[in-house]
């Protein structure tokens, strides 16, 4: 006999043996209780009980807002995929999702999880490219199989007197800046509250399972920075940023290849470089000439028939307005603060 039951994520983090739990950083406890106190989401855990033991199981937010209402597997993530044991799990999980919160879009991130992609309630929204990189062979492999394209970069950085150092808090505060910057002129989007990096600086960094590395030109002026967690035998290339009017000194190339030096440094297994756009053509070509493999992330959504609770335009004109050119940097700190925690 097959039981669904619902707890809060952390009831169940505290009674309840979660199998795979950490089988990557986004379904981690920590990534989830860094996400709860950023965002104060309302994570619960959603499974099936078949023969007194857990069989499968999801975990989901709850976003009530004046933005939109949806059940999100899960918010502020790549990727989220379910542990599902049986394929008929994910309609059981659909069912009592939908006899919750029957005026509530539900929205699943996929990478892996091929059972949620075969269940014919859900559509596909859109895509993302995803890459990841064995970095278990020697390091002269590692480079050798880069693109040339690649290469020339990293090159190209170290004889221009780029340095790349492991940072401390202080630079910190240098990563935002910049990562403010870039979000805002050429994104247009709102950039993570300084909050959300403080909060993974302590969880992450402090704890020894994160780095920031830091690139500087010859006159020790920081130019760019990535934050790489760590979670299992998985390195995360997590955030990225550079100062735009630098970009001739190659800062992402030599960043990407210390990532992958940190990571044979610590014994680790794979890089896993996130996601990307289909439209960000640049991007996905700097994960390929890594040797990185690609594969696809699938976003997928169920809307209820007579669901209508959602105000987009109202995000896209405050967006637009906060990222204007003139809008000083303070008034975008303060729209992030109070924005980020309704785009979940």
């Known amino acids: 006999m097959s039981v669904v039951k619902t707890v809060l994520l952390k009831e169940a983090l505290e009674t309840l043996q979660l199998p795979e739990l950490k089988r990557n ?26 023969e007194g033991r857990i069989s499968s199981y999801i975990v989901y937010s709850v976003v009530k807002n004046f933005l939109e209402w949806k059940i999100c597997v899960c918010s502020y993530c790549d990727y989220f995929d379910g542990h599902i044991e049986d394929p008929r799990d994910w309609q059981l999980f659909f069912e009592e999702l939908r006899a919750q919160y029957p005026h509530y879009r539900i929205a699943v991130r996929n990478l892996r999880d091929e059972t949620v992609r075969g269940n014919q309630n859900f559509k596909v929204l859109s895509k993302e490219r995803f890459h990841i990189l064995d970095v278990r062979p020697d390091l002269d492999r590692l480079w050798k199989g880069t693109h040339d394209s690649f290469r020339s970069p990293v090159k190209q950085a170290t004889k221009a007197g780029v340095v790349v150092k492991r940072c401390g808090k202080d630079g910190l505060r240098k990563f935002y800046g910049l990562h403010l910057k870039l979000r805002k002129n050429k994104y247009r989007l709102f950039p993570q509250p300084y909050r959300f990096f403080d909060i993974i600086w302590r969880d992450y960094v402090d704890q020894g399972q994160g780095v920031l590395l830091g690139a500087f030109d010859k006159d020790g002026r920081f130019i760019g920075g990535t934050v790489f967690l760590i979670c299992g035998n998985t390195l995360y290339y997590k955030f990225n940023t550079s100062d735009r009017d630098c970009l001739k000194l190659r800062p992402n190339n030599i960043l990407m290849w210390e990532g992958i030096k940190f990571a044979k440094e610590r014994n680790l297994e794979f890089l896993d470089m996130g996601s990307s756009g289909y439209e960000q053509t640049g991007l996905v070509m700097f994960k390929d000439h890594t040797g990185a493999r690609r594969l696809d992330i699938t976003h997928l959504g169920f809307a209820p028939p007579d669901y209508k609770f959602s105000q987009k335009r109202i995000l896209k004109v405050m967006t637009r307005t906060f990222t204007l050119p003139w809008m000083p940097n303070f008034m975008l700190k303060l729209g992030s603060h109070l924005i980020y925690p309704y785009l979940a």
């Not at 950083?25 to 078949?50: A, N």
């Open 25 to 50: 950083l986004f379904s981690s406890p920590e990534w989830l209780v860094v996400l709860q106190k950023t965002y104060d989401l309302k994570l619960f855990v959603m499974y099936v009980e078949r």
